[in-house]
């Protein structure tokens, strides 16, 4: 009688029943492998020519899995965690603009709607006010958002080291898991908890970073990160973050220059966000910023508040350099070529009006300067310590960048006592130049056949000729163009005689006094320093809704309010309003669109959970069955052990 | 076969009562807030809608109150305007009654009526709303019109005009402007309108100058003085000049405008007779040096008779040189009897043209410049019209108080213009209210349905979650609770 074969299965099934409570013991230890133990029949021994089997050994507890999925839970597991690492930064950046009546689109709105206000009572204090306080609410929200977003940013770069730290360590401990496995494995035995642990160690490694998982048969395993471009063998790396020239976050091998392509996980997320999302918002917003600044403070600039004109004027804005090209002098907007017209009203109230060339790869700040120094009863100045430019006025004089008409014009080449005077508002759309012939000698309004020639010198075309003699009453106006009026005097004319005027529709094209901040509305030149200007700030009548500096005139004020509409933002020629929908709907489409695939990709990891949990998770009831039915083999080894024991007590009766 | 263990059971029951549960707190929200739109990914392209249609409220609640000031406005400018041309209406009447007055004193009474209404012009071109001036265009931050004494007697009111010639401008929506702060100037009347309506001057006088071929650009009325400086006699006949001849003779006029027969009746030049103009002889002698020699019509010169030829019997033909004068004698210009000689006022800088070849006696021409008197010149000129300050014949008084009446109806012509101009505008701005009012509520009514809560729709579809989280939580208790333990004993 063998007794081994019984002891065998004896311990078999105990073996057996040990492992169904070890599965469930850990039937919800997360990445838990239920384990399944090999049975196998021992070596037959010969006896007498005839094998008998010798019980039954334990081959093997195996771990019940499914590496094909499990390297696909993987993947997943790192995609859905870069997705929502992204998904919450970008609510937090979609909280910057939530509506309402404290958003930056309606601060906006209300801003255009109280100049619409103001130009039913310009002169009203509340109402120059209430402009000035919407803009400065307006100026202070993009600021803070824009500072917002630079704590976003910031807190980015934080949290990419510490789960750099973070990843370090499981790094670390994967490496001395790895070695602990091999030692167990080298010894023969099948370390399934140890690889348990490693397993779920990966996947925590997916959550940061992208993992590609390598496994042969028996024990071969290894680990790429980052697209496969870093392997983890026996000896622990480690990465740092780092900040490159351009200010974008990468990762890289630490105390090397090399940079780990990071694919997915929340490394990837945070990276993303810091150069991408979060970047490209600020951009956007500063962009906004600068457009409506140069905007503005264009428009700003060639009008005047109620109070008229400047005797001194001083720029506002950054000048690096005020003796290189402008295109080179350090400005915060760029400057193009053209003609920057300056009128100069005189103490009795004539007003003329003359222009200086801009060129900004040739003339710096200097070359300005002293072209205003050259224009009569004007003096510019540049300070040599804060370069500074300034624009004064002998006394009693008065400048302003308007472009109105000059109410007489340059009397150089016009000999008789008639006096020419212009008046009215040009209304055309573009800046030309007007001359005025005299036809025939005589006295305006009382000689026969005495005609003025009106003529476009630029074009080469005379416009009209008009009676100036007999049937025209001196000192009447006389309609020439686009609400240009002239009037003479009485008194003498002669032939050919003549003079000019420039007709100002665009008082600045070069755009040269926004960029160096003359008589601007808003000090600061993009989102992070937006503010209003101090002079607008301390003085409401500086409000620049005049071109005549009288207090009802509203013609400055209605241009300003037609930037509402001005498509100049973009690629595609956006307004304000619109620009800024743009961007709040982006980032709720981004919003979206991360819900959408967090959504999708956590539907597909927890089907490959689902799927693995099918092969890999312990079912209570099932280990029951199970042990029910190793209980009864054990029950029944016993039954053997004791029937042998009998056979051998009868036996033993026998030889007593 | 799907193995499906508790651990998976488990696993779908908190990812479904997560789902269900987290669509419950969005319906929750959404009932109790009223609205769907918290943020911009609850729906991109909705609150894109939302927000265009917001800025949308506020542009049009902005309009709206400009529509409103300018209405404000334009109700106030045109009741001051009817009340204006109410004024007007008065004055007419009282230049009627002028007309018809027999007595001076009746018509001294009725400028004292028209005084009054003056005051009241001027009180209502200063008109204010909100302290600000309504006749200045954008110049209302002072009196548009400043009044002050004729610069001369007999001339009419000084008024200048200080407001500016563009009117005011209020935006009100779609690059839409409306005027709200009016030029007075052109309501009123004044050199702007005067060019457009200058009608030929006026003389009244009896020294035969006319108007000159020439625009004249003098304004109102004036006195043009025409004084005698020299009287010459040609040929030989002796007479000269008499001591009171320079000034106080009253011909004036080129070589032969005027003539004087002397006839030598003693044939020595001792004594015979002289006529002016073909008038009554009178008698001389060769001892007199200021021999007054009337004509015909009332005109005279003084003449030196001590040194005529003997026996002389003929016409002399005699030039009387003199100047012109519009400011009062402040300058005077020399007549050079051409048709159109330029007449300039020292005061205004503005001149006249005449016309001297009719000339033919010194004295006082009173001009009016029809079409350039301003409503407020024109009552004041109504008031010295009917006062009669200026010695006119009784024609030319009637005349005179007759061009006043059509003054004034062009003037009141003007003021209903513009009281017309604004009244469309007012409707226009009623209109403009109106359509801005529906398209607030139609704004309001969008902005509701895009943003605001579906209550029906959406409690069906948080009874929808409810019931699947219920039937989660009533499914995974149910086979969660299917142990084979319980079976065991």
């Known amino acids: 009688m063998n007794f081994a074969i019984g002891i065998s299965a004896l311990r078999a099934a105990q073996f057996a029943i040990n492992t169904g409570a070890q599965n469930v013991a850990n039937a919800n230890t997360p990445g838990f492998h239920r384990q399944r133990v090999e049975f196998a029949s021992r070596a037959p021994q010969n006896f007498g020519g005839s094998f008998l089997g010798a019980g039954v050994d334990v081959k093997s507890v195996n771990r019940m899995r499914n590496q094909v999925l499990e390297s696909s839970l993987t993947h997943t597991i790192s995609d859905l965690s870069g997705i929502e690492q992204s998904l919450s930064i970008l609510r937090q950046i979609e909280s910057q603009f939530l509506p309402g009546e404290g958003s930056l689109d309606s601060s906006l709105g209300r801003f255009f709607s109280e100049l619409a206000r103001l130009s039913a009572n310009p002169g009203e204090s509340v109402a120059r006010n209430a402009v000035i306080q919407q803009a400065s609410t307006l100026a202070h929200q993009t600021n803070s958002i824009y500072q917002r977003l630079n704590g976003i940013e910031s807190t980015v770069r934080a949290e990419l080291e510490i789960q750099v730290n973070d990843l370090n360590r499981e790094i670390a401990d994967l490496v001395e898991l790895q070695n602990q496995i091999k030692r167990v494995s080298v010894q023969g035995a099948v370390p399934n908890d140890l690889m348990d642990q490693r397993d779920r160690l990966v996947n925590q490694i997916s959550e940061k970073i992208d993992v590609h998982r390598f496994e042969h048969l028996g024990d071969g395993f290894a680990l790429s990160l980052g697209n496969s471009s870093v392997s983890i063998g026996v000896i622990p790396i480690a990465f740092e973050a780092y900040e490159n020239n351009d200010g974008a976050l990468g990762v890289r091998l630490k105390g090397t220059q090399r940079e780990v392509p990071i694919q997915s996980g929340r490394l990837a997320g945070l990276m993303e966000a810091h150069n991408q999302t979060i970047g490209g918002f600020k951009n956007r917003l500063d962009s906004f910023a600068r457009e409506f600044i140069q905007q503005v403070d264009q428009q700003h600039a060639q009008g005047v508040g109620i109070d008229g004109g400047f005797s001194l004027l001083r720029t506002t804005r950054n000048i690096d350099f005020t003796d290189l090209p402008l295109n080179r002098a350090g400005l915060d907007f760029p400057v193009a070529s053209g003609e920057l017209f300056i009128s100069v009203t005189d103490p009795q109230g004539e007003k003329r009006t003359y222009s200086i060339s801009v060129d900004p790869d040739v003339d710096s700040v200097q070359d300005i300067s002293d072209r205003i120094s050259g224009l009569p009863n004007l003096q510019g100045a540049v300070d040599p310590v804060n370069g500074q430019l300034s624009i004064i006025a002998q006394p009693g004089y008065r400048f302003d960048f308007t472009g109105n008409l000059e109410t007489i014009p340059g009397l150089a080449d016009f000999s008789g006592t008639s006096v020419p005077r212009l008046s009215g508002n040009y209304t055309g759309s573009s800046n030309r130049e007007l001359q005025f012939t005299i036809v025939g000698s005589g006295e305006v309004g009382r000689s026969e056949n005495l005609l003025l020639r009106v003529s476009d010198p630029v074009a080469g075309v005379v416009l009209s000729e008009i009676n100036i003699g007999r049937g025209y009453e001196a000192g009447t106006s006389i309609n020439i163009i686009e609400g240009v009026q002239l009037t003479l005097s009485a008194g003498q004319v002669n032939d050919s005689d003549h003079f000019s005027t420039p007709l100002v529709a665009q008082a600045d094209n070069p755009r040269i006094l926004s960029a160096l901040g003359l008589n601007s509305f808003f000090a600061g030149s993009g989102a992070k320093d937006i503010r209003i200007s101090d002079q607008i700030q301390n003085n409401s009548r500086s409000l620049a809704t005049s071109r005549n500096g009288d207090l009802a005139d509203t013609t400055n004020l209605l241009r300003m309010i037609d930037l509402q509409d001005a498509r100049t933002l973009g690629e595609n020629q956006r307004s304000f309003s619109d620009y800024l929908d743009d961007m709040t709907t982006d980032v709720g489409f981004q919003v979206r669109s991360q819900q959408v695939m967090r959504q999708t990709v956590s539907d597909l990891k927890l089907q490959y959970e689902a799927e693995i949990n099918a092969v890999s998770g312990v079912d209570p009831n099932e280990e029951l069955i199970n042990i029910n039915l190793y209980q009864r083999q054990f029950e029944a080894a016993i039954r053997v052990l004791q029937t042998m024991d009998q056979m051998s007590a009868e036996l033993m009766n026998i030889v007593r | ?489």
């Open chain 2, 1 to 489: 076969m799907f193995r499906a263990t508790a651990n998976h059971l488990n696993a779908q029951a908190l990812h479904f009562s997560a789902r269900f549960t987290s669509q419950l707190a969005v319906h929750q929200r959404n009932i109790s807030s009223g609205i769907r739109l918290h943020r911009p990914s609850d729906d991109p392209l909705a609150f894109r809608q939302a927000s265009s249609l917001s800025s949308r409220l506020q542009d049009l609640r902005a309009e709206r109150f400009t529509v409103q000031d300018a209405q404000t406005k334009l109700n106030f400018s045109v009741s001051q305007l009817l009340n204006a041309d109410q004024i007007l209406t008065q004055a007419k009447t009282l230049t009627q009654q002028g007309i018809q007055a027999f007595s001076q004193s009746e018509r001294n009474a009725l400028a004292i009526e028209v005084e009054g209404l003056l005051s009241q012009m001027k009180e209502l071109s200063q008109s204010k709303l909100a302290g600000t001036y309504m006749y200045g265009g954008t110049h209302s931050s002072e009196p548009p019109f400043r009044f002050s004494d004729p610069s001369l007697p007999g001339r009419t009111l000084d008024v200048e005009y200080r407001g500016s010639q563009q009117a005011s401008r209020a935006f009100v929506g779609q690059s839409v402007a409306v005027d709200t702060f009016f030029p007075g100037d052109e309501i009123f009347g004044g050199p702007v309108n005067g060019s457009k309506q200058r009608e030929a001057t006026v003389l009244m006088g009896q020294t035969g100058v006319r108007s000159g071929s020439g625009t004249d650009n003098m304004l109102g009325r004036a006195t043009l003085q025409i004084r005698h400086t020299e009287t010459n006699f040609t040929g030989g006949s002796g007479v000269a000049a008499g001591t009171s001849s320079v000034g106080n003779d009253t011909i004036i006029g080129s070589l032969g405008r005027h003539s004087l027969q002397v006839v030598d009746t003693s044939g020595d030049g001792s004594a015979g007779w002289v006529s002016l103009n073909g008038g009554p002889p009178t008698s001389f002698d060769n001892t007199m040096t200021n021999l007054q020699v009337k004509s015909n019509d009332g005109q005279f010169v003084f003449i030196d008779t001590t040194n005529i030829a003997p026996g002389f019997d003929d016409e002399v033909p005699v030039t009387a040189n003199g100047t012109y004068s519009i400011d009062g004698g402040q300058t005077t210009v020399p007549i050079d009897f051409s048709n159109n000689q330029a007449v300039f006022d020292s005061i205004t800088g503005r001149f006249i043209n005449l016309d001297g070849s009719n000339l033919r006696a010194a004295g006082e021409e009173y001009l009016d410049f029809p079409g350039t008197s301003n409503a407020f010149q024109v009552l004041h000129e109504l008031v010295l019209d009917l006062r009669g300050s200026r010695k006119l014949t009784n024609a030319d008084q009637a005349a005179t108080l007759d061009r006043r009446l059509g003054e004034l109806n062009r003037i009141s012509d003007q003021i209903l213009e513009v009281v017309g101009q604004q009244s469309a505008s007012l409707q226009t701005m009623r209109q403009l209210e109106f359509q801005i009012g529906d398209f607030l509520l139609s704004t309001e009514e969008q902005l509701v349905a895009v943003q605001a809560t579906d209550i029906a729709e959406t409690v069906l579809r948080m009874q929808n979650d409810q019931n699947l989280l219920q039937y989660t939580y009533s499914v995974t208790a149910n086979i969660l609770s299917t142990q084979l333990i319980n079976f065991l004993r």
